[in-house]
Antibody
Framework: QVQLQESGPGLVKPSETLSLTCTVS?????????WGWIRQPPGKGLEWIGS???????YYNPSLKSRVTLSVDTSKNQFSLRLSSVTAADTAVYYC????????????WGQGTLVTVSS | QTVVTQEPSLTVSPGGTVTLTCASS?????????PNWFQQKPGQAPRALIY???NKHSWTPARFSGSLLGGKAALTLSGVQPEDEAEYYC?????????FGGGTKLTVL
C-alpha cells in the first residue's frame, strides 16, 4: 500500500516561497501514478493545487498556476511543491496524495502538514 | 471559474439512508467527470471512498455507493452508522485538472 509523508517548514514569511516534500513508501514513483497536492485553509474546504504524472507531465489549478511548481525526484522517491509569493491566504494544511489514474487521482493521502504564512 | 456545488449540510437518523449530490457549473455531470468521493473527520486527512462514479476502494464500507442522479454525481449511504458523521467532498475532472466541491457536513442524529 502506498504511504505518503509530507515534510517542510511550518512557518513561511509573506512574499517568500513555500516548499514542501512528500516522501513515498510502498511504491516506486517511477512506476506510474499521479502525485498531487491539495490544501485546506483552517475551517474551510479542500482545494486541489496540482498533480504531476510519473512521466513529468504537470496539471495545475488555474488560479494558482502562475505561482506553483511541482517536481519529482525518482532517486529519493519523493515529489515536491513550491508555491511562490505567499500571503496569509496561503495558510493551510497541505496534503500530498496519489492515485493510479485520471479517474482515481487521490486514493492515498498523507497526514497533512500545517503551513502558516506570517511575519 | 468552474464551481462544484454540494449541499452544505444534511441530517440523517441512525439506520437511515441519505444521498449527497455533486453538481457542476458547466452542466450535467457525466461519467467522463470521473466523480470521486471522500470522507473527512475532524482533525484527520480525507479518506477516499468512491472513484470513477461508482467504484469502491478495498477499504470502503459496503453501505457507501456512488452513482449519477439527475445530472449530478451522488453518494448514497444506506444503514447509516454514528461513525459516518463527517464532512464529505466530491471531486470532478475537467480535462487536465480537478475541482473539489465545497463539502457536505453530514450529521447523524
Amino acid at each position: 500500500q502506498v504511504q505518503l509523508q509530507e515534510s517542510g517548514p511550518g512557518l513561511v514569511k509573506p512574499s517568500e516561497t513555500l516548499s514542501l516534500t512528500c516522501t513515498v513508501s510502498g511504491y516506486s514513483i517511477s512506476s506510474g501514478y499521479y502525485w498531487g497536492w491539495i490544501r485546506q485553509p483552517p475551517g474551510k474546504g479542500l482545494e486541489w493545487i496540482g498533480s504531476i504524472f510519473h512521466s513529468g507531465s504537470t496539471y495545475y489549478n488555474p488560479s494558482l498556476k502562475s505561482r506553483v511548481t511541482l517536481s519529482v525526484d525518482t532517486s529519493k522517491n519523493q515529489f515536491s511543491l513550491r508555491l511562490s509569493s505567499v500571503t496569509a491566504a496561503d495558510t493551510a494544511v497541505y496534503y500530498c496524495a496519489s492515485g493510479s489514474s485520471t479517474s482515481c487521482p487521490t486514493a492515498y493521502w498523507g497526514q497533512g502538514t500545517l503551513v502558516t504564512v506570517s511575519s | 471559474q468552474t464551481v462544484v456545488t454540494q449541499e452544505p449540510s444534511l441530517t440523517v437518523s441512525p439506520g437511515g439512508t441519505v444521498t449527497l449530490t455533486c453538481a457542476s457549473s458547466t452542466g450535467a455531470v457525466t461519467s467522463g467527470y470521473y466523480p470521486n468521493w471522500f470522507q473527512q473527520k475532524p482533525g484527520q486527512a480525507p479518506r477516499a471512498l468512491i472513484y470513477s462514479t461508482s467504484n469502491k476502494h478495498s477499504w470502503t464500507p459496503a453501505r457507501f455507493s456512488g452513482s449519477l442522479l439527475g445530472g449530478k454525481a451522488a453518494l448514497t449511504l444506506s444503514g447509516v452508522q454514528p461513525e459516518d458523521e463527517a464532512e464529505y467532498y466530491c471531486l470532478l475532472y475537467y480535462g487536465g485538472g480537478w475541482v473539489f466541491g465545497g463539502g457536505t457536513k453530514l450529521t447523524v442524529l
